[in-house]
């Protein structure tokens, strides 16, 4: 899939993409292909995303956490390791292809050990197909800008986060 290899490319040239540190994943693999999101799944197109994924988890030293659809209430497909039990809710739920989406139910399928949590709060995130990725980022999100906006026929968002700058004018931020 050149425009996923492109974009991961360009992040990876920005330095978005940090050790030890999680990016959550939405994506619709229906939108990729052209069709409504969730309505024609493709365990195919979720494997190519998947394995460059993976790719760049080996070269970098991110992890990736996967958002599920609506219809498991976009909860988190994560590896156990990355659990925390002090801020993260483990819920009893296996993605499937019509409900939970298809890159989830293959990262669910090719982890080695996942599990999936109702939410999650990272600094950053990846949305393929506008799959309302927001809800599991940190307060305040930050648009990133690449060259690539669309991945097959699937809009592109990708966001960080800063912390909030609080305080009022006599504040001092860095």
Not at 73 to 99: C, G, Y
Not at 146 to 153: A, E, R, Y
Request: hydrophobic residues 40%; contains cysteine.
């Amino acid at each position: 899939m050149k425009e996923l290899k492109l974009l991961l490319e360009s992040l990876k040239a920005q330095s978005f993409f940090k050790p030890q540190e999680l990016c959550v994943i939405g994506c619709s693999t229906s939108e990729i292909i052209g069709e409504k999101i969730g309505t024609v799944g493709s365990m195919d197109v979720a494997q190519e995303i998947f394995t460059e994924l993976k790719e760049i988890e080996q070269q970098t030293g991110v992890s990736f956490v996967f958002q599920g659809c609506e219809h498991i209430n976009r909860a988190i497909t994560i590896e156990k390791s990355h659990f925390n039990p002090l801020t993260m809710e483990q819920v009893d739920v296996v993605p499937d292809v019509h409900a939970g989406g298809s890159l989830a139910t293959y990262a669910y399928q090719h982890m080695e050990d996942p599990i999936v949590v109702e939410h999650i709060k990272v600094h950053k995130g990846i949305d393929i197909g506008q799959t309302l990725i927001g809800m599991h980022l940190h307060h305040v999100a930050v648009p990133v800008r690449t060259d690539v906006k669309q991945i097959g026929q699937a809009v592109v968002t990708i966001a960080t986060s800063r912390p909030k700058k609080i305080g009022g004018e006599r504040a001092k931020y860095n």
